[in-house]
């Protein structure tokens, strides 16, 4: 890594750690409850007055270091001993944030609830600047993430579990030296639950940003090359398929869509079965519980089967897009290609009429069963769309051509969308 690189790096995440402290800040200025993982120190900060927040919590980071060399021994590498230099740093910023918010107070319960949002938020953000240059992280993740690949298990299962613990130990903590629960509110649970989820909504949005700015990665299209891969998103029934294949044939192009199964078990060494159960498919009740767990920010090791699957059908759909002259089905194409100049993103919807006739067909349903299936594995890839992107599925503006099959029909569809890669060459 150039030392410019290493510095731009470092100044994100920096200035990542300080918002996550001011975040702190704003929680404790709340008075409802602080962060899970900022528990611990702010309790004993009450019984050790004569230490900081920032100072203790810099002792509960180095003890989590040790932690991780207990339990990796040889396998902890020197490296990660500069977790206790970001300690330090991460200590210091949470004394200046408790600093300069010294004089803000909450006359009341609804701006003690602002306060707690605004922390949440700044929380959130602050992580993502933290994680996505990929340079640094502190003692707390560094524990989780060592306990998730001693125990095999998957990042976000072992985080819960974390701050559940972090929680308790307080609570416990607080009534043995204080006689009472200190830091432990209403506060501390939409903390938990609202950080996540504007990870989850904010990182696919933010992320992108910062790393094109340390790679320098602009995004303009070759007039004179044009565009030679095109992305179907599509409700079911539309016709997307049958309209990818015969545009694919006429174009004379690869068309990646069923592939993908036996492809995604090469990468990511999942079997076929688990794959054409979740390929594409995520409920609201999965997607809460992810977006509570921080899943997949941290790294890309100890990751749930599903962000495996995600990874690896990532993967193909950029080994396709580098070599151009393609049509991808589906999986987050639009989004994984984001930065592709030559990428014509397409979105095929459809009447429910239109729709029913088709699946009904297809599968060998009642038309009210098709119309079941239809909304239930809609909903299925909006929610696994909106989770890996931060997007809307099915957001018109999003797309270069919205497509309604059922007012125009599959085959003029395939003559609209081949003539506009024809006119972008």
Known sequence: MKIKSFIERLIISVFGLFLMSLGIAFAIRSSLGITPISCPPYVFSHYFTSWTLGQLTVGMHITMVIAQVIILRKEFKKSQYFQIVVSFLFGFLIDFSMFITSSIIAPNYFVQILYVLLGSLLVAIGIIFEVTPKLLYLAGDGLMITVAKVLKRPFGQVKIAFDVSLVLFSVISGYFLLNGIIGVRE???????LIGFIIGKLN??????ITRFIERKEKSRNVMQGYNIITIGRELGSGGREIGQKLAKKLGWEFIDRQFIKQAVEKSGLNSEFIEKNDQQMTKGEMLLRYLSMDNIFNEENLSDDDKLFIAQSKIIKEA??????????????????NCPNCFNIFISADVDFAKKRVAEEFHLTEDEAINYIKKTNQLRRNHYNYYTGRNWGE???YDMYIKSSKIGVDKAVEAVYNAIKQGR
Do not use: F, M
């Open 204 to 209: 696919p949005v933010i992320s992108p940003y």
């Open 396 to 398: 018109a503006s999003r």
């Open 187 to 193: 506060g501390t649970v939409i903390s938990a639950l």
């Open 321 to 338: 897009g580098e070599k151009g002259n393609c049509i991808i089905v589906g999986r987050c194409a639009d989004v994984v290609l984001d």
